[in-house]
């Protein structure tokens, strides 16, 4: 009887500390984000230099936090699967349909405006059906909102980037292109005067977070992660990094 006892405690003793060690591996295990390959968000030069806003986040978050991160860049909806399969624990994107079944949001980034573009010499518009039968560019892939993915009166015409369909755009081989604003390059005037482009219509807001992934054990890593975006709010950190390049840039001309 005595040695059944002491073998069972010998089990229960073996059991926890086996459990212990994994808990602490675990802890130890770089946690992965996967990010979206859109220039600005995140992209790798020709000499495999990586960069983006969300390169700078993710840099930010390692700095503030003990958890070991690595991330890598992927093309959008590879990110997205990435994460839906567990692949990834963390991405940062914006809220879209179906995102919730798949992640859960950790911490809020940043609100983004989406805008239709046009020529300068263009009239302001006050709906998307105003250009029925126009070519108009986005990424494919992306989400701008209810308001263009429910629109089927204009023509959506996939394009590279945003400064690919801006060149199609002066071009005239597009009647207007749809962006968030913090991708459309610096420098770009959103009334006009004198700029190549000028905001047509101002669309939904998108809400940038971090999601985790459903599948994804790291929940203690959530718990830093989220700590540290909120340090970066309060500290305008957030607010430098996510900075309207569109607009901004003309105050300072």
Do not use: C
Request: aromatic content about 6%.
């Amino acid at each position: 009887m005595l040695r059944a006892l002491l073998y069972g405690a010998f089990v229960l003793l073996v059991s926890l500390g086996s459990a212990a060690l994994q808990a602490n591996s675990t802890a130890e295990d770089p946690v992965t984000f996967s990010l979206a390959a859109i220039e600005p968000w995140a992209e790798r030069t020709p000499e495999g230099e990586r960069r983006g806003l969300l390169v700078d986040l993710v840099e930010a978050i390692r700095g503030r936090t003990d958890i070991p991160i690595r991330y890598q860049i992927r093309p959008h909806s590879r990110a997205i699967l990435e994460m839906e399969e567990g692949h990834a624990d963390f991405v940062p994107t914006f809220v879209a349909p179906g995102i919730n079944q798949i992640a859960e949001p950790v911490a809020d980034l940043v609100d983004v405006q989406v805008l239709a573009l046009g020529r300068a010499g263009d009239e302001p518009i006050d709906s998307l059906d105003e250009l029925a039968g126009e070519n108009v560019g986005y990424l494919s892939g992306t989400w701008y909102g209810h308001t263009f993915a429910a629109n089927e009166a204009i023509r959506k015409v996939p394009v590279n980037n945003v400064a690919h369909g801006l060149r199609l755009l002066k071009r005239d081989r597009l009647r207007a292109v749809v962006a968030s604003e913090l991708a459309i390059p610096a420098g770009f005037n959103p009334d006009g005067s004198g700029a190549p482009v000028r905001t047509l219509m101002r669309l939904d807001t998108l809400k940038g977070k971090v999601f985790m992934s459903r599948s994804s054990p790291r929940e203690e890593a959530a718990e830093a992660i989220a700590a540290a975006i909120e340090g970066m709010h309060e500290d305008g950190t957030m607010e430098r990094l996510f900075r309207n390049r569109y607009e901004a840039d003309i105050a300072r001309e």
